[in-house]
């Protein structure tokens, strides 16, 4: 199947590191990606990380990939209440960079 | 500024009516799609198009027209014949042939059926 699986919802302290989870389908995948939305509004792209790479650092945001097991990981350092949105994580379907399969999403929620 | 524009932001509609979503970017983007997000279930592809005059389903498509005439444009229908249209559309568009295959996402239109 093509399901992009997430949890659903994260609760942190302002400070403390997050990490969202998301497992997907797609061993072909080219580009596996992380987009952040806050209420109301589109998404944005936070970060992504190339197939052949196991890890990325960008800032604050570290993303590990685990081909093996179809594992990504979005960990966010000294998280802060702006942080607070819903995080997708999203794969190129069959490789093809144009067509994404997005998860569930999660809702972090990010307690002063 | 550069950027992908929906409109109208919030819609209500009657039972049995059409209603047309707007979107329109400026990136010279080839590509363009369109979403539907509902609690819980993610984003799902309703249509996309990779180019001026051709348009593809997505996974959700029934209930649903598009077209493409303008590469500025993306006008989405939501027709009387989709089951359950409350939801929020967003339209995103990208740069064809490679790449990192970045969506830019408008700020959505928020559809209400009473």
């Known amino acids: 199947g093509e399901d992009v699986e997430q949890s659903l919802f994260l609760s942190v302290r302002e400070g403390d590191s997050s990490v969202i989870n998301c497992t997907y389908t797609?061993?072909?995948?080219?580009?596996l990606y992380w987009y952040k939305q806050e209420p109301g509004a589109g998404l944005q792209l936070l970060t992504y990380?190339?197939?052949?790479?196991d890890m990325k650092q960008d800032q604050r945001l570290t993303v590990l990939l685990n081909k093996k097991d179809k594992h990504l990981s979005l960990r966010i350092a000294d998280t802060q209440t702006g942080d607070s949105a819903i995080y997708f994580c999203?794969?190129?379907?069959?490789?093809?960079?144009?067509?994404?399969?997005f998860g569930t999403g999660t809702l972090l929620a990010v307690q002063p | 500024d550069g950027g992908i524009t929906q409109s109208p932001k919030y819609l209500f509609r009657k039972e049995g009516q059409n209603v047309t979503l707007s979107c329109e970017q400026n990136?010279?983007?080839?590509?363009m799609y369109w979403y539907r997000q509902d609690p819980g279930q993610g984003l799902r592809l309703i249509y996309y198009s990779q180019i001026v005059n051709d348009f593809q389903k997505g996974d959700i498509a029934e209930g649903y027209s598009v077209s493409r005439e303008k590469k500025e444009s993306f006008p989405l229908t939501v027709t009387s014949a989709q089951k359950n249209p409350t939801a929020f559309y967003l339209c995103a568009s990208s740069s064809h042939g490679g790449g990192t295959g970045e969506l830019f996402f408008g700020e959505g239109s928020r559809l209400t059926v009473l």
């Open positions: 990380i190339f197939s052949n790479m």
């Open positions: 797609d061993s072909s995948s080219t580009y």
């Open positions: 990136l010279n983007h080839d590509a």
């Open positions: 999203a794969e190129t379907l069959g490789g093809a960079t144009n067509k994404l399969i």
